[in-house]
């Protein structure tokens, strides 16, 4: 039988097309550069550090520290920044004492799911936007939608961050990260205490970290490291 007659592996073909993609996709990572979140976090992230150019999901078990976690990571993707949600739910004074420029923020209100989507995919595909943030209000995107979004962060090279509410129904996506914050007890109101926990990452590996946010240095310290300076001080 002649090459040309012989039947193809449809699912070598296929396997060969994912492997492909995942190197595009891990290219176009690497391309955009990451931005760090803490020596101890970065270690867990490929590349050392978040992703631009990628979508990342915050599951808000405390919303107030979850959307303070949102506030430092657009803050150090340094640039204009879209947030959008159906209500004001970012207070921009607020959102300073995380490193945040209220004059690098702009606020979109779309009170409508698909509008909010269609903002949030628009802002991503734009290189004159370091990063933009959506609130999601009951379901969150599908995988389409969630790939589209994931295309248009790879488009623009800026930061995308899906911050939703922390449920056990929470479906699967093609987002990079998926991330849970919990707000914990805290000595110093300046100081609030988090606990962050990398619950899935593409290239990388889960894990959990005990934080404060130190306002003076605009840095995330480990709690574990402090506990220990303390203690043997």
Do not use: I, K
């Given at each position: 039988m002649a090459a040309a007659d012989q039947p193809v592996d449809r699912a070598a073909v296929f396997s060969a097309l994912r492997a492909r993609v995942a190197r595009m996709e891990r290219g176009a990572a690497a391309d955009a550069g990451t931005l760090s979140l803490s020596e101890e976090i970065d270690i867990a992230l490929p590349g050392g550090g978040l992703a631009r150019g990628a979508l990342h999901e915050v599951l808000a078990a405390d919303p107030g520290a979850a959307a303070a976690f949102c506030a430092l990571i657009l803050a150090r993707a340094t640039g204009c920044v879209v947030w959008i949600g159906a209500t004001p739910d970012a207070w921009p004074p607020g959102l300073?004492?995380?490193g945040l420029?209220?004059?690098?923020?702009?606020?979109v209100r779309a009170e409508r799911p698909a509008d909010g989507l269609?903002?949030?995919e628009e802002a991503l595909r734009s290189p004159a936007v370091a990063g933009a943030l959506l609130t999601v209000r009951g379901a969150p995107p599908d995988m389409v939608a969630g790939r589209r979004l994931q295309l248009a962060a790879e488009a623009g090279g800026g930061v995308g961050l899906l911050l939703m509410a922390?449920?056990?129904?929470?479906?699967?996506?093609?987002a990079r990260t998926r991330w849970r914050i919990n707000a914990t007890a805290a000595e110093d109101m300046e100081r609030p205490c988090w606990d962050v926990t990398l619950l899935r990452c593409s290239g990388g590996r889960p894990?959990?970290?005990?934080?404060?946010?130190?306002?003076?240095t605009a840095t995330l310290?480990?709690?574990?490291?402090?506990?220990?300076?303390t203690a043997y001080a």
């Open positions: 300073s004492a995380f420029d209220p004059a690098d923020l702009v606020m269609w903002a949030f922390d449920t056990e129904q929470t479906p699967p996506s093609p894990g959990a970290w005990p934080v404060m946010w130190e306002r003076d310290a480990s709690r574990r490291a402090r506990t220990l300076a």
